[in-house]
């Protein structure tokens, strides 16, 4: 039987660990559940996407002026944006920056973008936009484009890229 007795040494490494456990008791028992999670699904929502419904177009023919004419204006087809998953009861703006950069120059040179004037109007005004419009799908705009200042008479066979920008923003009502 004396397999079953415990030396001295033996009893204070029972003794100790007895003792942790008692003390650690006092924070928490072993049973305790200490933790947790949750989790759920998200379906990330559907971004808002402004998109071109009808692109810009030019006619490229060229007409022939007559002796002492203005520089003429050349006039886009009807461009239209849609726009997709706004929300539900909001309204937005849409902002549109015409731009124009020469691509090719006429046989003397020296013609840059500030010798044309570049404007957007809605179709069936003269009205040129410049600041956020409220976004209507079925409004259509042209971009006008006009050879001006100390080069007009240059421009002659330049070739042009004509680019319509356009931004959509929240729109907002003022604070009464």
Same mark, same amino acid.
Request: glycine content about 8%; cysteine-free; charged content about 20%.
């Given at each position: 039987?004396k @397999?079953? &007795? !415990? ?5 204070l490494?029972? !003794?100790?660990?007895? %003792?942790?456990? $008692?003390?650690?008791?006092g ?7 200490? *933790?947790t999670?949750t989790n759920t699904?998200?379906?990330?929502g ?9 692109g ?5 023919? %060229?007409?022939?002026? /007559?002796w ?16 997709t998953?706004?929300? *539900? ?10 731009e124009v =950069? $020469?691509?090719?120059q ?5 013609v ?13 005004s003269?009205? %040129?936009? @410049?600041?956020a419009?409220?976004? /209507? ?8 484009? &006009?050879?001006?200042?100390a080069?007009?008479?240059k421009? %002659?066979?330049t070739v ?6 356009? =931004?959509l ?8």
């Amino acid at each position: 039987m004396k @397999k079953w &007795q !415990l030396s001295k040494k033996k009893m204070l490494g029972f !003794l100790t660990a007895g %003792a942790i456990v $008692v003390t650690m008791a006092g924070s928490y028992a072993v049973w305790d559940e200490l *933790s947790t999670s949750t989790n759920t699904a998200l379906t990330i929502g559907k971004p808002i996407t402004l998109s071109v419904g009808t692109g810009i177009t030019y006619d490229n023919t %060229a007409e022939a002026r /007559d002796w002492g004419d203005t520089a003429p204006v050349y006039t886009s087809g009807e461009v239209t944006f849609s726009a997709t998953n706004i929300p *539900s009861g909001e309204t937005a703006n849409l902002t549109l920056t015409p731009e124009v =950069s $020469v691509t090719t120059q006429p046989t003397g040179g020296g013609v840059t973008k500030d010798d044309f004037t570049v404007t957007v109007v809605e179709s069936g005004s003269d009205v %040129a936009i @410049k600041d956020a419009v409220p976004f /209507d799908a079925s409004k259509k705009y042209k971009v006008k484009v &006009q050879p001006t200042g100390a080069n007009a008479e240059k421009t %002659a066979e330049t070739v042009l890229d004509v680019k319509l920008n356009a =931004s959509l923003t929240k729109a907002t009502t003022p604070a009464s």
